[in-house]
C-alpha cells in the first residue's frame, strides 16, 4: 500500500477526472457513499442520532453527499454548514444544491448560538468532521477553531468520524495548524496520508481506513509518482526468511554481535539473544574480555568470543585477534552498548576495512564513531544499514531532532541515497530507505518501545534476518514490524509502562508463530 500526500492526491485525482474521464462530482458521490458504509458498520447503536460538520469545499461536499446518503436510508441527520452558502465552490456546491433542492435541513452555525451548536453535539451519537479535509495550509480560522474546540471536548464520549484526515492536520507532515479534531476513526480515501504519521498526526487520526473511490492505482505509474509504501502483514510474512524442515545450524546462517564495554553489558546481550531467538543457527557474542564471564552466565547459548580492551572498551589488539575468523560470519552488528572510547573512530575504521563485504548493520554509539567518515561506508563492497534513533541521526545529518522529527521521510530519503545505505529511522513511525531511494513507514508501535535496550533487541533480530539470506530491505522490513508488533502485544499484558526488552525478545517468538 502507497502513502499519499497532498500534491500526489491532487495529481491523481485530476488524472481521474481528465484522463480516465470521471467526473469529480462522481468521485465526491462515490467517497460520500463509502463514508456512509463505515459510518453504519461502526455505528455504537441500530439508528445512530449523527451530525454532519461541513466546510464549504471539497471536504464538505463529501458531508454533503453523507447527510443525504443519511437520510436516504432513513436515518435523520443533520448537516452543519459551517460556512455561508455562497462560498461553497466547485463540485461541492454542486452536491449542496442537490441536498438544498431536496429541501433537506441545515443547521447554519453562523445563524445560530454556541448553545444551540453545544445541544445538537450533545444529542448526536455520531460526529462527522468534513470541515477541512487535506486542504489545510497555514493556520485554520474561526468559526473552525472554535468548532473543532467545542468537539473535541467529546473525545472518548462520542464516535468522530474525520473524511479523509482529521480537520486541522496537514496532510503531508501530520502537523497540527493550531486545532485539529481528534478523531476516533479517519476514512480516507485511495491512500492512508503522509501526515497520519508524522509529528502530531498519530495523536488526531485515530484508527483509519483507506477506502476506494474508483480513483485507479494504476495511475501512480501513469503518472510516474514516486510515494513512500506503508509496511503491511502480508509483506512482512513475504519477508521474513523461510526456513527448511530439514535445515540444521549451518543452514540458518552465523550473525556476529560486536559490542559492549564496562558500563553496557546488557545491551550485546539483548542483540544476541533477538538474533538466536529470531531463528539465527549460530550467535557469537564479541566483546571485552572483562564483561565476558557476566555475558556467558547470562546467555550460555550464545557462542562468544572475548577481545583484548583498555578501560573496559575494545582495543587496537580487537582486531587483530578477530581478523582471522571474520570470514565465518554472514551478518556483523557493530555497536549496542560498546560506548565512546578514545581511538574510537581509527578502531572503526579498523572493522570496516578488515571485513569480508558482510551484511553490516551499525547501530548506537558504531554511528557516532563513523560520523565523520563516512566516505568509509560509501567505498564499502557489501550492504551496510544504519539504525540511527532522532538523535543519532541529527548528529549524523548536522541537524537538531526537532528537524530531523519534523522532516523524517526526507531526511531519512536523502541520507541513504546520499551515503548508498539503507536505514532504519527509529522512533514512534520508522522509516525505512533504501539507496535507490525507496521508502517505506512502519504504521506500528508504540510508547512500550521507549525504553534503553529495545533498540538493541531490533538490531539483533536485523543482523538474525540477514545471516537467514534475507536480503537488507527485507530483513529492515520484517524485523522493524515485528519488533513493533511484538511491543504492543506484550504491552496489552504488561501495560505500555512495563514492557522490557526481555519481554519484546519473547514477544517476537510469539510473532514468529
Known amino acids: 500500500m502507497f502513502v499519499a500526500g497532498q500534491k500526489e492526491m491532487q495529481q491523481m485525482d485530476q488524472y481521474t477526472i481528465e484522463k480516465i474521464g470521471l467526473p469529480g462530482i462522481v468521485l465526491m458521490e462515490n467517497a460520500g457513499s463509502k463514508v456512509v458504509e463505515e459510518i453504519l458498520a461502526s455505528s455504537p447503536c441500530e439508528s445512530p442520532r449523527v451530525i454532519v460538520l461541513a466546510g464549504g469545499g471539497n471536504n464538505g461536499g463529501d458531508g454533503f453527499v453523507i447527510a443525504r446518503r443519511l437520510f436516504d436510508l432513513g436515518l435523520d441527520p443533520l448537516l452543519c454548514l459551517l460556512v455561508k452558502p455562497e462560498m461553497i465552490k466547485g463540485d461541492a456546491k454542486v452536491h449542496f444544491e442537490v441536498y438544498h433542492n431536496r429541501g433537506l435541513p441545515i443547521f447554519h452555525f453562523q445563524e445560530n448560538s454556541t448553545a444551540a451548536f453545544r445541544t445538537a453535539l450533545n444529542q448526536a451519537d455520531i460526529i462527522i468532521d468534513a470541515m477541512i479535509g487535506t486542504g489545510v495550509s497555514g493556520s485554520i480560522r474561526e468559526p473552525f477553531i472554535q468548532v473543532i474546540s467545542l468537539v473535541n471536548e467529546y473525545e472518548g464520549r462520542k464516535l468522530v468520524i474525520s473524511v479523509d484526515i482529521p480537520s486541522g492536520v496537514n496532510s503531508d507532515n501530520g502537523k497540527v495548524a493550531g486545532a485539529a479534531i481528534k478523531a476516533t476513526k479517519t476514512i480516507t480515501f485511495v491512500f492512508p496520508k503522509k501526515g497520519f504519521f508524522f509529528n502530531d498526526g498519530p495523536l488526531y487520526v485515530g484508527e483509519w481506513k483507506a477506502v476506494d473511490i474508483s480513483v485507479p492505482p494504476s495511475i501512480i505509474a501513469d503518472l510516474g509518482l514516486v510515494m513512500p509504501k506503508l509496511i503491511t502483514e502480508p509483506y512482512v510474512l513475504a519477508s521474513v526468511p ?272
Open 242 to 513: 523461510q526456513r527448511s524442515i530439514n535445515g540444521h545450524k549451518g543452514t540458518f546462517g552465523h550473525a556476529l554481535i560486536l559490542g559492549g564495554s564496562r558500563n553496557y553489558v546488557g545491551a550485546p546481550i539483548f542483540a544476541a539473544k533477538a538474533a538466536l531467538y529470531s531463528g539465527a543457527g549460530l550467535v557469537t557474542l564479541a566483546l571485552p574480555e572483562s564483561i565476558y564471564p557476566m555475558a556467558s552466565a547470562q546467555f550460555p547459548e550464545a557462542l562468544f568470543l572475548p577481545l583484548p580492551e583498555v578501560a573496559g572498551h575494545f582495543s587496537e589488539k580487537a582486531i587483530d585477534e578477530m581478523l582471522p575468523l571474520l570470514h565465518q560470519f554472514d551478518s556483523v552488528a557493530v555497536g549496542p552498548g560498546m560506548g565512546r572510547f578514545p581511538g574510537g573512530e581509527e578502531w572503526m575504521k579498523s572493522l570496516v576495512t578488515s571485513l569480508n563485504n558482510q551484511h553490516l548493520v551499525v547501530d548506537a554509539d558504531a554511528l557516532y564513531l563513523l560520523r565523520d567518515q563516512l566516505d568509509l561506508i560509501r567505498e564499502y563492497k557489501g550492504h551496510v544499514i544504519f539504525t540511527p534513533h532522532p538523535g543519532e541521526m541529527a548528529r549524523l545529518v548536522n541537524k537538531t531532532v526537532k528537524e530531523v522529527e519534523e522532516n523524517r521521510l526526507e531526511i531519512a530519503s536523502a541520507f541513504a541515497k546520499e551515503h548508498a545505505v539503507y536505514l532504519l529511522l527509529k522512533g514512534h513511525r520508522s522509516v525505512i530507505s533504501t539507496p535507490e531511494g525507496d521508502v517505506y513507514i512502519n504504521p506500528h508501535g508504540h510508547d512500550a518501545l521507549g525504553k534503553g535496550g529495545s533498540g538493541d533487541v531490533l538490531t539483533g533480530l536485523i543482523s538474525s534476518f540477514l545471516a537467514q539470506g534475507a536480503t537488507p530491505l527485507h530483513a529492515l522490513i520484517s524485523a522493524s514490524y515485528i519488533h513493533a508488533r511484538a511491543g504492543e502485544e506484550k504491552a496489552k499484558v504488561l501495560s505500555h509502562y512495563g514492557v522490557m526488552p526481555s519481554d519484546i525478545i519473547n514477544g517476537i517468538r510469539d510473532q514468529l508463530i
